[in-house]
């Protein structure tokens, strides 16, 4: 049967250089589709590199000629063209302090009630709802902020600050003023609602892995609620509480446009919270358009080199916290 | 789990009344924080509702923004916004897909990721404003103008770390048997990927683009410095270009009661719109999780 | 697919965003006179087709942009000396001119009820006099009801040629303000808050209790919000309104300064207002857009010619015929295209 002998070969042949071919072209997809993909995640590296390349280079007129003192430097004169960061980098800490210490204890109080004390029914909702919060854009924050919460403060809380503290020694400093109704105080508390929703979720979501055992063992021996949560709770998730509480902060720090409406715009150290004053993202917001002279624009470009240097240290200590918690997890 | 505990010894009692009490007063100001906590949402709403529904009527939709004292609505910055949102997400979903799946599929456990991972959830709660300055100081001085075409850039480097967290993440939810199953047919990789692991998590990356639109379309600051502002009816990308945030901030901080008025309905359009994309994500992701 | 029905959808947004068909007169800078020109834009939109989209982000912001030049045109009412306007290329000239007044929030003052002089207005912003029932104010309004709340200050957070002016009066006449702060388009403000634009300042004085602030005086009448009387260098004390603009005016030698920058603070004559400014456009002498720049130049000789009622209206001061003759002709000389050829001629 040579015939058939002779075929068999030759029909062999034929498939296989197709499917050589066709695998070829796999390979060369293959290839280039893991080189776009890999582009592509190193593209997002380049973002950052890029961003801090371009506010680096704009900055470094300003940091160059001030040096130093740029940092401790109150005054931000655009006559004499001497500028001072000190002012705008106060703001910023103030109002994110005041921030925090308004939204960590009522997010974690939030957190509590939504994993312990309320009806499972309503957990799906009331969960949502907070989470929305988070999804109201930041100037809607300061719309509200100026017309609504502002003017509140003026007639109610700012009053009763001045006349409550007016007379004792160190505090009526601190809450001293007229009742501007927009400030440092304002802004600060804007923030802590902007804020409440990140701490929410993330002590919640560490809420959630504390192993029933643990604290059913807490119960079983007689605990309460409180303790449970106190005792346990909160121990164990300690990483990943502080990882949310430093997630929050990076926000408040970073946050421009609910803070720009409400926190009075003046380049100013102020012992009282009640005094406007200014955050480094409101300086830039405000003035960066109008700033004649490079002197006069690489210093808020600078101001911007600086903030984003703070947020960027608070989130990577916030990610690592994190990232600590989910080893300890095991996933 | 009940809030009563077993009978204590008589000599602890009232050792024992005092935890209990502690324990209502602690119950009860969580409570409080959820209540207050709720109470800012239902302000915050209520404020944009009163405020906004007032000035709602056709000619908010159909005309473009006047100068003060005159009627007018917020057509050229609504569709401005659009513009600006679906360029920003076109240009930077594909970049953040593909980055997500190098992550999960290609190098799930290498070096890079692990960078790229880190770096990402920080470009995510990075400020907004830093990202204007950097298109300002990279296209705006380069171009010699603002424009549209500016804004949508900085919209799509907010877009592509939310799409690449996401993506990674559901594409690290797919199971690996899937994979594995389609390789031994002979699919080579980037089939499997694409056939596969994106369809698998398709509700999932949908959630993700979803999520982006909604964090840009609210964003202000840094469109101030690219797209700057337009008065005038204009889908010119190479020109200014207004947008609703912007329009919204121009407004609220003037004096004029017109403008005001176009400020609050124009927020209350933009929350609703960002509210109701959150909500449909949950829905979107909630349903595929079944 | 899905993903072919999404890539149509944004390519389908991506056409609508064409190139636009009229051209539009892009411009940016002082707030001073931005209810103005908004008025002037919307009728020469009606009358010809064309638009004017200027960006009122104060004086600072107009000479920035026009310097980068990424605008047609820029705004200020803070004019540049010669060699800052030889340096950038840039001819300048006044548009209109209004008044800059004080607007204060204190509950039982109207529109014109309260007087106030230089030195006590420069001491309320050193801060020096920090309740409105102080013996300066006072004195100075024997009759008024004036309740002992704080004065909270409001000022410009942006590059503002409105404060330019007010700071110059200030400095005028005040040494203290002269020595401790001086006069600028942006200066270190001893106490008060900031407000964006002139905008801003007014809807500050308006939402805060017992606030002084300076806007220029359409803002005021707009808003309903009460100006103060001011006492003149001759001593008299006038009420903002048009007389005391053009009384203030009638002084100025416009052809004294290089591109007509010419200050009007502190003018002589008993009903001279003593806060009077004139806002001025600056525009390339080579523009980098011709076809624009020929455009804004056709928008500005039909606001000369045609908009006085508009202004006059919103009690802003057309500028003298005879001063119209005199830009124009700098226009003519000074304003060239690529090829040489002048841009503006007298006969368009």
């Known amino acids: 049967m040579t015939d058939a002998s002779l075929q068999a070969p030759t029909l062999l042949l034929q498939p296989d250089a197709a499917r050589a071919g066709r695998l070829r072209s796999f390979r060369l997809k293959d290839n280039v589709f893991r080189h776009l993909t890999r582009a592509s995640a190193v593209t997002v590296l380049g973002i950052l590199g890029g961003v801090i390349l371009a506010l680096v280079i704009g900055a470094w007129l300003a940091l160059s000629t001030f040096g130093i003192d740029f940092f401790t430097t109150e005054s931000w004169n655009p006559v004499t063209e001497k500028f001072g960061a000190l002012a705008p980098i106060y703001g910023t800490l103030a109002t994110s302090l005041i921030a925090m210490l308004i939204a960590v204890p009522v997010g974690l109080g939030i957190a509590i009630f939504l994993t312990e004390l309320c009806p499972p029914v309503l957990r799906r909702p009331v969960g949502v709802a907070i989470e929305l919060l988070a999804g109201i854009p930041s100037i809607i924050y300061g719309i509200w902020g100026l017309f609504v919460f502002a003017p509140f403060l003026q007639a109610t809380l700012q009053p009763f600050l001045i006349t409550t503290f007016g007379s004792v020694p160190v505090l009526s400093t601190i809450f001293a003023g007229p009742p501007y109704g927009i400030g440092i105080l304002t802004a600060g508390l804007i923030l802590a609602i902007m804020v409440l929703p990140f701490v929410t979720s993330v002590s919640r979501d560490v809420f959630e892995t504390v192993p029933a055992v643990l604290k059913e063992a807490a119960y079983g021996i007689g605990c309460t609620r409180w303790e449970v949560i106190r005792r346990i709770v909160i121990p164990y998730t300690r990483v990943g509480l502080v990882g949310g509480v430093m997630l929050g902060l990076g926000r408040a720090l970073g946050e421009t446009m609910a803070v720009t409406f409400v926190i009075g715009n003046a380049h100013r150290i102020s012992g009282s919270i009640l005094a406007p004053g200014t955050t480094i993202s409101a300086s830039i917001a405000n003035e960066f358009t109008e700033a004649v002279g490079d002197l006069y624009t690489s210093s808020l470009i600078a101001l911007g080199l600086i903030l984003f240097i703070i947020t960027f240290i608070v989130l990577a200590i916030a990610r690592l916290m994190l990232l600590r918690l989910e080893r300890q997890q095991g996933s | ?290 | 697919m899905k993903l072919n029905r999404i890539f149509g959808a944004v390519a389908a947004t991506m056409l609508m965003a064409t190139p636009a068909l009229a051209l539009d007169i892009s411009g940016a800078g002082a707030t001073f006179p931005y209810p103005v020109y908004a008025k002037w834009a919307e009728a020469y939109k009606k009358e010809t087709g064309v638009g004017l989209n200027y960006q009122s982000i104060g004086s600072g912001g107009g000479i920035k942009q026009i310097q980068a030049k990424t605008v047609t045109f820029g705004a200020t009412d803070a004019p540049l000396k010669g060699d800052q306007l030889d340096k950038a290329g840039l001819v300048q000239f006044p548009m209109v001119m209004g008044g800059i007044v004080p607007v204060v929030n204190v509950e039982g003052v109207g529109p014109g009820d309260l007087t106030l002089d230089g030195p006590t207005l420069a001491k309320i912003f050193l801060g020096q006099i920090t309740s409105w029932d102080d013996p300066a104010i006072k004195k100075l309004n024997p009759d008024a009801k004036l309740p002992s709340s704080a004065i909270a200050i409001v000022h410009r957070s942006d590059g503002s040629g409105t404060t330019f002016n007010f700071t110059n009066y200030l400095s005028k006449v005040s040494p203290d303000w002269k020595d401790k702060v001086g006069s600028a388009t942006a200066v270190e403000w001893p106490a008060g808050l900031g407000g964006k634009g002139n905008e801003g300042v007014a809807n500050y004085v308006a939402q805060t209790k017992g606030a002084i602030g300076y806007v220029e005086y359409a803002y005021a009448k707009q808003n309903k919000l009460a100006h103060a009387k001011m006492i003149n260098k001759d001593g008299k004390a006038v009420e903002p309104v048009t007389k005391s603009f053009q009384a203030a005016a009638a002084n100025a030698d416009w052809m004294s300064q290089p591109g007509f920058g010419v200050i009007l603070t502190d003018e002589p004559g008993a009903d001279s207002w003593p806060i009077t400014a004139a806002t001025f456009i600056l525009i390339h002498k080579q523009p980098q857009d011709p076809a624009a720049a020929s455009e804004a130049l056709k928008f500005f000789a039909w606001a000369y010619k045609s908009g006085a009622p508009m202004a006059e209206a919103l009690d802003y001061i057309p500028m003298p015929e005879k001063v119209v003759a005199d830009v124009q002709s700098v226009w003519a000389k000074e304003i060239k295209g690529a090829d040489g050829r002048a841009l503006y001629s007298a006969t368009n």
Not at chain 2, 33 to 40: H, I, Q, R, S, T
Not at chain 2, 216 to 221: F, K, L, R, Y
Request: glycine share 8%; hydrophobic share 55%.
């Open chain 2, 1 to 290: 789990m009940s809030l009563m505990a077993p009978v204590a010894h008589s000599a602890s009692r009232p050792r024992y009344m005092r935890r209990r009490r502690l324990n209502l007063v602690m119950m009860s100001l969580s409570l409080a924080a959820a209540a207050f906590g709720l109470l800012w949402l239902l302000a915050i709403l209520s404020t944009l509702v009163f405020k906004g529904v007032g000035g709602l009527s056709l000619d908010v939709f159909t005309q473009s923004t006047p100068p003060p004292g005159s009627q007018g609505g917020l057509l050229n910055a609504i569709v401005g916004s659009l513009i600006m949102t679906a360029i920003g997400v076109a240009l930077g979903t594909p970049i953040g897909i593909l980055a997500g799946t190098y992550m999960a599929e290609y190098g799930r456990h290498n070096r890079l990721t692990m960078t790229v991972r880190f770096i990402n959830d920080i470009l995510l709660s990075a400020p907004s404003i830093v990202v204007g300055l950097f298109v300002y100081e990279v296209v705006v001085i380069r171009m010699g103008h603002f424009s549209g075409i500016a804004g949508a850039l900085a919209l799509a480097i907010l877009v592509v770390p939310v799409v690449v967290r996401t993506t990674e993440d559901m594409l690290n939810l797919v199971p690996n048997q899937l994979r594995e199953a389609a390789s031994a047919l002979g699919l080579p990789r980037a089939i499997v990927i694409q056939r596969i692991a994106y369809r698998a998590a398709r509700a999932g990356m949908i959630t993700g683009v979803l999520l982006a639109i909604a964090r840009v379309s609210g964003e202000t600051a840094p469109l101030l410095f690219t797209a700057l502002n337009n008065q005038f009816w204009s889908s010119d990308l190479n020109a200014p270009m207004s947008s609703l945030p912007v329009v919204i901030f121009q407004f609220a901080l003037s004096p004029y009661t017109d403008w005001q008025q176009l400020a609050w309905t124009g927020a209350l359009l933009v929350t609703f719109a960002v509210l109701a994309l959150s909500i449909a994500a949950r829905v979107l992701a909630a349903g595929s999780r079944k």
